[in-house]
Each structure stands twice: as C-alpha cells, then as structure tokens.
C-alpha cells in the first residue's frame, strides 16, 4: 500500500513518493502503475486530461484518489483541485470524459470540482463493482453528458457501487444530462448500489436508473431537473429501487417511472414539482410541505459572516426532526443527528 503524489508543477518522469517528487499528471502516477490500496494525494490545480483508469483495486483495498483542497496532504496551501474535459474554459469540449474507465473495479475518488466533458464527466463501462464517488462537484457538461455514468453489459457484475456527498450542477437540458446513471443492459440482482447525502441542482435527469434492482437512493435533495428528478426504467418490481427521506423541489417530474411498482417512496416531500409521480405510489409519510430554505445565507454573504448554503432548512420548516427510513447518520457536512431526529434531504438543521 503505497502513497503518491501528483501536482502541476510536478514532472511525470518522478517517483511520485513524495511531494518534492511529485508528478505532473494523473495518467503518470496511473501508469506508475497503482496498486490495489494504493492512495494519490493530488494538489491544487486544473488537470487537463481524460484520466483513463488501467488498474483495478481489491475489496477492502480500493485505489484511492484525493483532491487534497485543504492541501494539509499537499503542498500545506490547498485549493481547488480540478479535472476537467475543456481545453480553454469556453467549451466543454476537448475530451469526451475526465476520469474513464473499463471492467475495472474497486476505485474511489474524493474531493475533486469536475467539469466539461461531452460523454460522461466519471464514466466506468462494464463490470463495475466497488466504485465510490465522494464530496465532489459536478459542474458544467456539454449540455448532453452524464455526470457520472456506471454502465454494464451482458454477464457483468454490477454491485456496492456508491455515490455519495456530492453536489451535481451541469445546467444542461439535453436527455443524457443526468446526474448519476446506473444502467444495465438486461434484468440483473444487484446489490449495495446507493446514492447518499447528495444535491442535484439542475439538469435534465437527478438520477436514471435502468434494470439496476436493489438500489437506494435516500438523503438527497433533488431540484430543477427539465425531466425528472429520479427516472427509472425495467426494474424487475421484485428488486424494487427504494427512495427515503429526500426532497423533491422544482422538477417537472419528481419520480418518475416506466411502468408501476419498480419504485418504494417513502418519508419524502414534494413540493413545487409539475407532476409529483408518474406510475410511482404515494409513500404513506410522505408529504408536499413547502419549501421553506434558510435565507441566512444571502445576509451572511453580504456581512461578511459564515456562508450556509441555499438550501440549508429555515428553523420553521416542516421537515425538521420528522422521522425517515434508515436515513444516513450524518449530513453532507459530516453533522451528525441534531435533535430527535435526521432531517429530509442532504443537510442537517443545526441553528
């Protein structure tokens, strides 16, 4: 279990074991190659490349990216740590993905601002098993690319792939803007596949998930999607996709599924969407409370204070301390339960 180094004022020829040597690119410290429980430490900076993943890792023993923004790993100063598909800032084209990878497994990547790209900004094709995607931002696609995208064929396997403690932003309005995709081409039982803690805030898809049975989506706040905000589409109703304690805002749909029973609800609010459900069963706790967001954040910007975000609850909305379904145990923050219960959606309420 080796630790690498990778940073813009590094050079590809280095080792790579320390900061003083290390590399230049991500393809450099891939090709090194890495190993399973591996971990690479990448310093602030924009990395212009398609990081094509070579190496699988083990069970227990993921390759490990990290955009080290506090830079405590790093070179002691931090910032944004950036990959992206663009090749001047303008367009997003230049390369159709930032981080590929085929029948590779077991990989993670952690606190990375991802942007451009023209197919799928994190996309891993064929078997794909032991993915984890965590704290990262999901800025503009080429309007019709995935964010990220896990796709498997025939004979695959296709389990415990996690997204979770991210933020989606693609602003684009074509069918394949999707925030995250889990598709398979035929019926399959998988299992452990979960997107957790995560906020969509606009795009044409949250979520689209096809054939992949078993999976769970839960603490998410879902918001501004042009289709849906969660679309399935020939899920066995055995192996039904299970949805808790998440808030719908805004959508034109805000689950949405092809035929009836693929999809469990429950312990969510809708409210502001166009249509709440389509071939979708009302959750009995389910509610369409208003929105009610806490504006702090405007006036602590404007004063110099500490920054919220948009869509942290107000102290007098109704989705505080209301009881969910294995909701996660702490925010996207890292917060953990303040009062009697966990709040719906990504954040918890902390005055």
Not at 86 to 110: E, V
Not at 217 to 222: A, L, Q, T, W, Y
Request: proline share 1%; glycine share 14%; aromatic share 10%.
């Amino acid at each position: 279990m080796t630790t690498y180094y990778v940073e813009t004022g590094g050079n590809d020829s280095n080792s790579g074991l320390t900061w003083a040597l290390r590399k230049l690119t991500l393809n450099g410290v891939e090709d090194t190659p890495v190993e399973a429980g591996d971990t690479v430490y990448v310093g602030p900076g924009t990395y212009r490349e398609m990081l094509t993943v070579d190496v699988s890792g083990s069970s227990g023993s993921p390759i490990t990216y990290i955009g080290d923004y506090t830079g405590a790993n790093t070179d002691g100063v931090g910032g944004l740590v950036r990959v992206t598909g663009s090749d001047d800032d303008l367009t997003a084209s230049g390369r159709d993905s930032c981080i590929t990878a085929s029948n590779i497994d077991y990989r993670t990547f952690k606190g990375f601002y991802i942007d451009g790209g023209d197919v799928g900004q994190v996309r891993a094709t064929n078997d794909v098993q032991g993915w984890t995607i965590e704290q990262c931002y999901f800025g503009s696609s080429g309007g019709n690319a995935h964010a990220v995208y896990f796709a498997s064929g025939a004979s695959k396997l296709f389990n415990n792939n996690t997204v979770r403690n991210c933020v989606f932003n693609q602003g684009g309005i074509g069918n394949s803007a999707v925030g995250v995709a889990f598709i398979y081409t035929g019926e399959i039982n998988s299992s452990g596949n979960v997107v957790e803690n995560c906020i969509f805030l606009s795009g044409y898809q949250g979520i689209r998930i096809i054939y992949i049975g078993d999976a769970v989506v839960r603490n998410c706040f879902i918001a501004n999607q042009v289709g849906a905000g969660i679309r399935t589409a020939s899920i066995n109703s055995s192996n039904k996709l299970v949805v808790n304690n998440c808030v719908f805002w805004n959508n034109a749909t805000g689950i949405s599924s092809a035929a009836a029973n693929q999809v469990t609800e429950n312990y969510n609010s809708f409210y502001g969407n166009i249509t709440a459900r389509t071939n979708c069963a009302t959750g009995a706790q389910s509610n369409a409370f208003l929105g009610l967001f806490d504006s702090r954040w405007f006036f602590e910007l404007l004063n110099g204070g500490t920054l919220l975000t948009p869509i942290d609850l107000a102290s007098y909305s109704g989705l505080i301390n209301v009881a969910g379904t294995s909701p996660t145990t702490a925010d996207m923050r890292g917060t953990t339960v303040q009062g009697t219960q966990r709040e719906w959606g990504a954040l918890e309420y902390d005055s």
